[in-house]
């Protein structure tokens, strides 16, 4: 219970204006892809969604707290009653989450690169379920911690945050998702999402377990293939998945000789997977923003700098002190 009692703190005026901003950007985000759709995707695609793997690798709760799809989350997910959902149940939402992050990063390449209009459609889609998966489940065990498409990354990322940061959604925490929460147990969200298969080769079998095994795979699949038309969606697809058998076998093989647990192989896994992404996207990003020549340089330069201080923190800290299990 003292986990429970550290883990959440009331949230700041500072975490309201910015939940409040994240809103009014989303707005503003909605607009820009309907009336400027090309302005817009360069923005996102090539200056906002590449900081987020190093905001999740330094602390997720900076993006957790903001995120508007939270905010929305929580804004019905705290005002009926206390509606918890069970650990199992947390895993089988969490694996939806998973095939809706599979499905929508490669249909970045034959749609939502380039059709503004799209994107909008599928983000007020997806900002409509958030709202409605709050009068169902309590605080964030709806969609925030089950079948948000960001959730398996944001947790493999955030396994080892380099600083504490307030949760500042929850005060007081209800234990709505009584297993894997990244808020409350950050340091264990892995290990309880693989569940009892997490300290045997059998978590290479859990959807969790197969998705971080696959998912070095994933962004080589991404990165390898180029935006094309709606029609090529089935040959993005192939590419993408092709390279997550091939990273799944790599590593199940790995994991299985030198007999590595879920939640020690995770480290390094989300170590490859976030130093492969910055590799191909830094020269992606400097050519969509006409950067100079110098920029993938540097871009790579500050991530792998990063990623090396998480790494070296990672495997002397195995358990911080507000990690605990609740
Ligand atoms: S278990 Fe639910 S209420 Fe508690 S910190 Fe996590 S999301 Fe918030």
């Not at 989303?26 to 793997?53: D, Y």
Request: with cysteine.
């Amino acid at each position: 219970m003292a986990a429970r009692a550290d883990a959440v703190s009331p949230g700041t005026g500072m975490w309201k204006l910015a939940q409040f901003f994240g809103i009014v950007l989303t707005f503003v985000l909605l607009a820009g892809l309907i009336r400027e759709p090309e302005l817009s995707l360069k923005i996102l695609w090539n200056a906002v969604i590449p900081l987020l793997p190093a905001v999740f690798l330094i602390q997720p709760e900076i993006w957790r707290n903001t995120c508007p799809l939270a905010t929305l989350n929580v804004a019905t997910g705290r005002r009926v009653g206390s509606r918890t959902i069970s650990a199992d149940a947390a895993r089988r939402f969490g694996a939806v989450g998973i095939l809706l992050l599979l499905l929508m990063v490669p249909a970045r390449r034959f749609l939502f690169n380039t059709d503004g209009t799209a994107l909008a459609i599928t983000i007020i889609v997806v900002a409509v379920l958030a709202i409605l998966l709050g009068f169902v489940f309590d605080m964030k065990a709806g969609f925030c911690n089950a079948i948000c498409p960001v959730l398996p990354v944001e947790r493999l990322y955030g396994q080892r945050p380099l600083f504490k940061a307030p949760n500042a959604h929850c005060a007081p925490c209800t234990l709505c998702t009584r297993k894997g929460c990244v808020d409350l147990v950050p340091l264990k969200s892995v290990e309880q999402t693989l569940g009892e298969s997490a300290g045997a080769g059998r978590w290479l079998l859990t959807p969790y377990g197969a998705f971080a095994a696959a998912f070095p795979g994933f962004v080589i699949g991404y990165y390898t293939t180029t935006d094309t038309v709606l029609s090529a969606a089935g040959s993005v697809y192939a590419q993408v998945g092709l390279w997550m058998l091939g990273s799944y076998a790599l590593i199940a093989v790995l994991a299985l000789v030198l007999k590595i647990p879920g939640a020690v192989a995770t480290i390094p896994i989300a170590g490859l997977s976030i130093g492969l992404y910055y590799w191909f996207a830094a020269p992606v990003v400097t050519d969509a923003l006409s950067l100079a020549a110098w920029a993938p340089t540097v871009i790579r330069v500050a991530a792998f700098g990063l990623l090396a201080v998480w790494l070296w923190r990672a495997h002397r800290l195995p358990h911080a002190p507000n990690g605990g299990a609740v």
